[in-house]
């Protein structure tokens, strides 16, 4: 595992899996979107009250890989990085089986901030994000 700025440690639930038995794979795409809310309050802000100041982050491309299937009741962790490209910040996210750190899935998650309904060029980010790149 590599290092990352932020991680979080989850439970596979019963109703998140299929008729399969394993994770459904819209949950990862869930599993990333809380991570990465969980990163914002770690931060000090807050996505509800980002929306109240007029400010709105929004997924503009989620690309996720699976590479090996998660079963209720395994522990894994959501790991993330981030970097922007012009724009947009991207989050690079890796979720891992708790139990051997096998990597289970990987996504490339692209998003843009809209400031009182007129797309930026991501300032926001910059500010938001400058004690964490110091």
Known sequence: MNDYIFSLLFKVRDYECDLQGVVNN?????YMEHTRHEFLESLGENF???HNKGVDAF??????QYKLSLHSGDSFL???NIHKEGAKLIFDHFIYR????????KGRIECVI??????TRGDYFDRLLHPVRE
């Open 26 to 30: 819209a949950n990862y795409q869930h």
């Open 48 to 50: 509800g009250v980002m």
């Open 59 to 64: 997924i503009s491309r989620a690309d996720i």
């Open 78 to 80: 959501s790991c993330l």
């Open 98 to 105: 708790e139990s051997d750190k096998a990597l289970a899935a």
């Open 114 to 119: 809209v400031e009182n309904g007129r797309l």
